[in-house]
């Protein structure tokens, strides 16, 4: 007897207009790297493609390129494959409207609305609240982990975030999104991977901060957004622990570097070695013994690049010296040959991250001297300042 095509049932998959929507996304502060372009290049095809292997579960993971960055601290990224990031961005654009549900309102990394801004405000304002208005004393314990990223366990992450899909997550392609987490989490980026640079930039980087160095089972790449969104996710018991069962009202958390604002100094003194022992018996995380603050609220904080002082928020002094360091670095750049359009790309990203903070608060004075002293002509000829001092934008070229 002959079967009709009815009596088989359509397996779930990834539909390409998904894979397109995810690649969209992805190229658009990706288009002009080399990797965006040779993918642009019969970008449909490849999409097509990639769909199959996802479906069909023969996808693999291409090899990462490895760096040190300088700016604004030493820091050891893992850039992954275009083609990898656009998985990426199509988990992410599956999960990340479940996750907001899930994470509390005061974690600011990596979220839509919210960022760097928005949590020097919260924690500005918790600290305005608690002295109720700097009319009463409070205190604010600031702390910070040791080698955050190079210490997720994946069996951790990977558990948790295959019970929060299965309950949470409600399509058919329930499966291959699981695996294609699991083929992420799991994918150890150090082997094959791609050194750019030499091998001595990772001297003088902190085996507490390198993949290369963490212990077997354990870290996730830092540069890949399924890293950043899933890192929130391995954080959200810590989150809703301190939250709700210690009961801290005023807790705000940017990746690893988190804020607690309380009238009694004592009982911040006495939750310390609370805190440190879910962080460590729960999610193998380890407080950083030499960034621990706790202070009147009067002696200021440093909190996300700034300090935070009753009725006034100033610029960090690590914040100006990066950005004074960035700026010498393009001039340098622009004395020793002509910048190409992939290094002015560059240029308008790194200088508009740091102005894109600093115009929040009181550094007008200082920026357009740094700039105007520091700055090498030849940028000016290909840049002007817009909004004041707040964002450099190209030049456009006569017709």
Not at 92 to 109: H, M, P, R, T, W
């Amino acid at each position: 007897m002959q079967l009709s095509i009815f009596d088989h049932p359509i397996q779930p998959q990834i539909e390409p207009y998904e894979l397109f929507e995810a690649y969209f996304t992805c190229r658009k502060n990706k288009r002009n790297t080399v990797n965006a372009l040779a993918f642009e290049v019969d970008y449909e095809s490849k999409l097509i493609q990639l769909c199959k292997e996802i479906n069909d579960d023969s996808y693999q993971i291409s090899r990462s390129i490895a760096f040190i960055i300088c700016d604004p601290v030493h820091r050891e990224i893992f850039a992954a494959d275009f083609r990898d990031r656009i998985v990426h961005h199509l988990i992410i654009g599956k999960l990340n409207s479940l996750f907001e549900k899930q994470f509390i309102f005061d974690s600011y990394a990596c979220r839509e609305g919210k960022g760097t801004h928005f949590g020097i405000q919260r924690a500005a304002k918790f600290i305005r609240k608690c002295s109720q208005n700097y009319a009463k004393d409070c205190y604010v314990l600031k702390l910070d982990i040791r080698g955050f990223f190079m210490h997720i366990k994946k069996d951790v992450l990977y558990k948790r975030l295959v019970n929060f899909i299965e309950a949470k997550y409600q399509q058919t392609d329930k499966d291959i999104i699981i695996r294609l987490c699991r083929q992420v989490i799991y994918n150890d980026c150090t082997k094959n991977c791609i050194i750019k640079g030499k091998a001595s930039n990772w001297k003088d980087l902190p085996k507490s901060k390198s993949l290369f160095q963490s212990q077997q089972g354990c870290g996730l790449p830092i540069g890949n957004l399924t890293s950043q969104i899933f890192a929130n996710l391995y954080m959200d018991s810590f989150d809703h622990f301190i939250k709700h069962e210690l009961g801290i009202k005023y807790y705000g958390r940017y990746v690893d570097d988190f804020i607690i604002v309380h009238q009694d100094k004592a009982y911040l003194k006495s939750i310390l070695p609370i805190i440190a022992d879910f962080l460590k018996s729960k999610l193998n995380l380890t407080l950083h013994p030499k960034k621990m603050y706790l202070q009147h609220y009067s002696k200021g904080v440093k909190f996300l690049g700034v300090v935070i002082k009753p009725n006034r928020i100033y610029i960090g002094k690590r914040t100006k010296g990066n950005f004074y360091k960035a700026i010498k670095k393009q001039s340098n750049l622009a004395t020793d040959h002509k910048p190409n359009k992939e290094e002015l790309d560059s240029f308008l990203s790194s200088m508009n991250s740091y102005l894109g903070i600093m115009k929040h608060y009181q550094t007008y004075k200082m920026r357009k001297k740094m700039l105007f002293k520091h700055l090498s002509v030849w940028w000016w000829n290909q840049v002007y300042l817009s909004g004041g001092i707040a964002k450099f934008v190209k030049k456009r070229k006569p017709v």
